[in-house]
């Protein structure tokens, strides 16, 4: 599976961003699809993830109400709305896609994308 971010840029604090990723290949509906996101010296961090059907989505609590992961599977597409952006969301954000049980570790997703910036001025 081959992904491309895309959708980044620069937008001001509290505004909105809408990330995709397109895979490549037939079988995307087979995937469990994740966005994760990287600062300067700091660790990946699991941003959100996706069942492979769309039905269960995860989030972790900084994050909860104000971005939403979601994916179709037609046109092999997963997205990261973005909503009311804070300076601390500067990051690159990656998609991610894996197979079995959906999950918030990177290590639990084989496939990466090249990252898309997002950055958020205050």
């Known amino acids: 599976v081959q992904l491309q971010a895309s959708g980044g840029g620069l937008v001001q604090a509290g505004g909105s961003l809408r990330l995709s990723c397109a895979a490549s290949?037939?079988?995307?509906?087979?995937?469990?699809m994740a966005w994760f996101r990287q600062s300067p010296g700091k660790e990946r961090e699991f941003v959100a993830a996706i069942s492979r059907s769309g039905v269960a989505t995860y989030y972790p609590d900084s994050m909860k109400g104000r971005f939403t992961i979601s994916r179709d599977n037609a046109k092999n597409t997963v997205y990261l709305q973005m909503n009311n952006l804070k300076p601390e969301d500067t990051a690159v954000y990656y998609c991610?896609?894996?197979?079995?049980?959906?999950?918030?570790?990177?290590?639990?997703?084989?496939?990466w994308g090249q990252g898309t910036q997002v950055t958020v001025s205050s």
């Open positions: 290949g037939r079988t995307f509906d087979r995937y469990k």
């Open positions: 991610a896609a894996g197979q079995g049980i959906t999950t918030t570790t990177t290590r639990a997703y084989d496939y």
